[in-house]
C-alpha cells in the first residue's frame, strides 16, 4: 500500500545544477500537487495538476518547472538550482471532490 | 483567494491539560477546512476535516474543532494531551478550486 511515492529523499546540489524530484501515486487520484516547506512558512504550493495533461501554477512557482507525465506520475525540476530552494519538498495527490490530500514523505535538497 | 492565519506559532502545554490552536481564515466563497498534523521528520496526515453539515467535527487522536463561520475560524481543541501529541500542526482552506492553501504552522509542546 504505497500511496504517494517521491524520490529522491535527499539530494545536495551544487548552484546552477539540475535535477528532477519525482512524485507516483498509486490511488488512481486525478490531482496531484508539489509543495515546499521552510521553517515558519508552513507549506507554500509551487504547481498543481487538476487532472493528466494540466499544470498550473502555485504561490511560488519561480525556478521550477513540472510535467503530469500521466495519471500516476508529476516531477518537479530545477533547472538552475539556487540556495533559496534549499527546503523540503512534498508531493502530494487527492480524489475528486473536496477530499483530504495525501503527502508522500518529503524529499530534502540543499543547495550549496 | 483564500488565506489562512494560524495565530500562535509555538504553544507549550503540560500533559493532561486542555489546548486549543487557533485558525482563521478569508475567503469569498464556501470553504473546506482541514487540520493537518507533523510528527518530527515525517509527511502530513490528516487530522480531521470540514466540509458540510455540523459545525464540530471530530478527528483521530481525540481532537476536534469547530467551524464558526461568523468568525471565519476553524479552532482545533483537545481536552486533555499527551506527550506523543508533541508535533506541528496546520490548517488549511479550501474552497472550489483544487488548490489547498496552508497555515504556518502551530508546534504544539507538551511538557511533563
Known amino acids: 500500500n504505497a500511496g504517494v511515492t517521491q524520490t529522491p529523499k535527499f539530494q545536495v546540489l551544487k548552484t546552477g545544477q539540475s535535477m528532477t524530484l519525482q512524485c507516483a501515486q498509486d490511488?488512481?487520484?486525478?490531482?496531484m500537487y508539489w509543495y515546499r516547506q521552510d521553517p515558519g512558512m508552513g507549506l507554500r504550493l509551487i504547481y498543481y495538476?487538476?487532472?493528466?495533461?494540466t499544470t498550473d501554477k502555485g504561490e511560488v512557482p519561480n525556478g521550477y518547472n513540472v510535467s503530469r507525465l500521466n495519471k500516476r506520475e508529476f516531477s518537479l525540476r530545477l533547472e538552475s538550482a539556487a540556495p533559496s530552494q534549499t527546503s523540503v519538498y512534498f508531493c502530494?495527490?487527492?480524489?475528486w471532490g473536496t477530499g483530504e490530500l495525501f503527502f508522500g514523505e518529503g524529499s530534502r535538497l540543499t543547495v550549496l | 483567494a483564500q488565506s489562512v492565519t494560524q495565530l500562535d506559532s509555538q504553544v507549550p502545554v503540560f500533559e493532561e491539560a486542555p489546548v486549543e490552536l487557533r485558525c482563521n481564515y478569508s475567503?469569498?466563497?464556501?470553504?473546506?477546512l482541514f487540520w493537518y498534523v507533523q510528527y518530527p521528520n515525517q509527511g502530513l496526515q490528516l487530522l480531521l476535516k470540514?466540509?458540510?453539515?455540523?459545525?464540530l467535527v471530530k478527528g483521530i487522536n481525540g481532537f476536534e474543532a469547530e467551524f464558526n463561520k461568523s468568525q471565519t475560524s476553524f479552532h482545533l481543541r483537545k481536552p486533555s494531551v499527551h506527550i506523543s501529541d508533541t508535533a506541528e500542526y496546520f490548517c488549511?482552506?479550501?474552497?472550489?478550486?483544487?488548490?489547498?492553501?496552508f497555515g504556518a504552522g502551530t508546534i504544539l509542546r507538551v511538557k511533563s
Open positions: 502530494a495527490s487527492r480524489g
Open positions: 475567503s469569498s466563497v464556501s470553504v473546506y
Open positions: 488549511a482552506v479550501s474552497g472550489v478550486t483544487n488548490k489547498l492553501v
Open positions: 490511488m488512481n487520484h486525478n490531482s
Open positions: 470540514y466540509l458540510s453539515g455540523s459545525t
Open positions: 495538476s487538476a487532472s493528466e495533461g
